[in-house]
């Protein structure tokens, strides 16, 4: 497939760039400082652009067969960069006509798992307290998805770890997996990579855990 990568050099961003490439994919990776991207390979164009400018990305998402995207806050003081920043994207793929669309979001915004436990409900609601914010925004992001015409899937995990791909998740289409408090970071690139292609996702949320 021909991809385009947004946040690509964000944690999960450059998992989906590295497994991309090393599956032969074709990845062109949206940077705003190509020194921050450590991955090489054949078959990557390193973008070079401003993302709050629709008409800048315009070239880097044109023709592609999907689109994916790890924009999003990295601490409370970044919320609202989700939603901002995936409308940009969105402007730009409905101008070139460019259909599909995976991002990143949260697993708070997802239905709680049947046979929750009254422990994983408690942590679900302090840790929406908390990141309130955050959360907020997410939720603008995907009401933006919404109200777009592309073929989106908002990818929903919980709490992210730093670990190497081992494949052995769950995915929830339209929910979100029982027990699931964590997933690593490889893991959910590998998830957004292999759902790309799948129609049973579009326009759907898809929790992802462990």
Not at 65 to 73: C, K, Q
């Amino acid at each position: 497939m021909n991809l385009t990568v947004f946040g690509a050099t964000g944690g999960i961003g450059q998992e989906i760039v590295r497994q991309a490439l090393t599956a032969g994919h074709q990845v062109t990776a949206v940077v705003r400082d190509p020194a921050r991207l450590p991955v090489t390979g054949t078959g990557l164009e390193v973008f070079r652009a401003d993302v709050t400018d629709p008409e800048a990305l315009r070239p880097a998402v044109t023709g592609r067969d999907a689109v994916l995207s790890g924009l999003g806050a990295r601490s409370r003081k970044d919320a609202g960069v989700a939603a901002r920043l995936t409308r940009t994207v969105l402007r730009a793929m409905e101008a070139e006509g460019t259909r599909r669309l995976l991002v990143v979001s949260a697993a708070p915004l997802g239905p709680a798992p049947e046979r929750d436990s009254p422990l994983d409900r408690a942590v679900r609601g302090l840790v929406s307290a908390i990141l309130k914010d955050v959360y907020d925004d997410l939720r603008e992001m995907e009401a933006e998805l919404a109200r777009s015409a592309v073929d989106w899937t908002s990818v929903r995990p919980p709490r992210l770890q730093d670990k190497p791909l081992t494949g052995r998740y769950r995915t929830v289409v339209g929910g979100t997996p029982a027990k699931g408090r964590f997933i690593g970071r490889a893991d959910v690139a590998h998830a957004m990579l292999a759902m790309a292609d799948e129609p049973g996702t579009v326009k759907q949320g898809v929790g992802v855990a462990y």
